[in-house]
Nanobody, 123 residues
Framework: VQLQASGGGLVQAGGSLRLSCAAS????????MGWFRQAPGKEREFVAG????????LYVDSMKDRFTISGDSAKSTVYLQMDSLKPEDSAVYYC?????????????????WGQGTQVTVSS
């Protein structure tokens, strides 16, 4: 499975961004997909997760009112819509794929990772 994240950039506080993660490979539709982020000096943290089969998405409680994960299987792409962005949302955002049969917040459970896309929110 290969993952390509895009859509990051510089945005003012209160603004929005939509990140995309293009997946490829023979078996990617069997994987659970997740978005993570990592700010300088901090651990990588889970943001949201989804699978291609329509299972309810998984969110971090602190972000679920502002972030929305979705997937388009026809385009092999997972999206992360981020609204009402705050400076503390600034980080490198990664998409990842897990071979588990359930969604998980644990980064060590994700086998495949994209290269990351930088999100910077100015105050």
């Amino acid at each position: 499975v290969q993952l390509q994240a895009s859509g990051g950039g510089l945005v003012q506080a209160g603004g929005s961004l939509r990140l995309s993660c293009a997946a490829s490979g023979r078996t990617f539709r069997h994987h659970r997909m997740g978005w993570f982020r990592q700010a300088p000096g901090k651990e990588r943290e889970f943001v949201a997760g989804i699978n291609w089969g329509g299972e309810s998405p998984l969110y971090v409680d602190s972000m679920k009112d502002r972030f929305t994960i979705s997937g388009d299987s026809a385009k092999s792409t997972v999206y992360l819509q981020m609204d009402s962005l705050k400076p503390e949302d600034s980080a490198v955002y990664y998409c990842a794929a897990s071979t588990l049969t359930i969604l998980t917040r644990l980064p060590e459970r994700y086998r495949f990772w994209g290269q990351g896309t930088q999100v910077t929110v100015s105050s």
